[in-house]
């Protein structure tokens, strides 16, 4: 187990993926971030293996929901963990009280453990809550992910990133395993962002490097309804080496 400090960079985004983004744009975006993890929402499995070719990165995806069930199979939606590292142990749980795979409130949270070359890891979980007035159902699935977490005990540092539909809702945040370095800035809608929807948490005792997401305008609209999020920090203390 390492002591050393590392700095990460996560970058998380729900892509709307069934407006068949320009995965090219949406490719030259998270590559300009240089991202050690990339937690992505609302994105096909071909999308997630397309972006996953393109940045030469490693990539698990898991399903959330496909209303189309059993046809049309390239149109279901789900989550995807990407990393230019190591990616193991993924696994996926449903995590709403809609459990049918043909239902958009299904929700799932996927989670995978990512191992650098300098032995530094981290476990990430990627979250989706639910969304729009369904805050007792937001509260109930942030609460499962923290106890699934903890399950794994304190073997690595654990990031827990998406889009937790929590707008005017902070109870889902300290529901949540880790803590927020700075405020979450506002990500919906992407012309004109005014909610406070996309987090990276991560564990307590980290260091703030730097939060950014770009100015929304039209242009971004065009590729999703939700801007990308970039955390930059120092994971302070033991870090892990996933060995």
Known sequence: MSTERSSWTVLTWNLQGSKSTDLGRVADVIRAESPDVVALQEVRRPQADALARSLTMNRCWAQKHNPYRPLLTKRTEGAAI??????????????????????????????????????????????????????A?????????????????????????????NHDQPEVIGALPGVELTAAPATNPSEAPKQHLDHVLVPSGSIAIDTAVPTGSDRWAALSDHLPLTVRFELSGHSGDGA
């Open 137 to 165: 159902e937001r509260l109930a699935e942030a609460t499962q992910i923290s106890t699934i977490a903890c399950r794994f005990g304190d073997d690595l540092p654990i990031i827990v990133a998406g889009d937790f539909n």
């Open 82 to 135: 990407l990393a230019p590292h190591e990616l193991r142990d993924a696994d996926h749980t449903v995590i709403s009280t809609a459990g049918s795979k043909r239902s958009y409130m299904r929700r799932i949270v996927l989670w995978a453990t990512v191992t650098r070359g300098d032995h530094h890891a981290v476990r990430v979980f990627d979250a989706h809550l639910s969304p729009h007035d369904l805050s």
